[in-house]
């Protein structure tokens, strides 16, 4: 495993993808999409059960309870919430909470 280079803050992917998105269940199956204008890779996870990654910059995934996170390049392009019944966000008070953080590697 490589290791950083003294002085240097973060981990080669935080420098590749310095900005942050975490999704919050809210105890009601939910989908997502995220669309960057960049790179977007899933955190402490395997994608292939959690979320899945369409194109370099788009990710569509599920969630009921718990955090995901992500880390990308870019800037946010699009965040669209669906609860079970279909209904978008801000119309539906169960669709998940999105905390977008740019500069997170930063730290």
Known sequence: M?????GQNGTETERKLPNLV???GRGVPSNYEITVDGEIE????DHREEATIISGGTVEGSIE??????RFSGQMANVR????NGIEAPDSPSTPAVNIEY????R
């Open 42 to 45: 899933m955190m402490n996870a």
């Open 65 to 70: 309870v718990g955090v995901q996170r992500y």
């Open 81 to 84: 919430l669906v609860d079970w």
């Open 2 to 6: 490589a290791r950083d280079a003294p």
């Open 22 to 24: 975490t999704i919050v």
């Open 103 to 106: 500069g997170a590697a930063k």
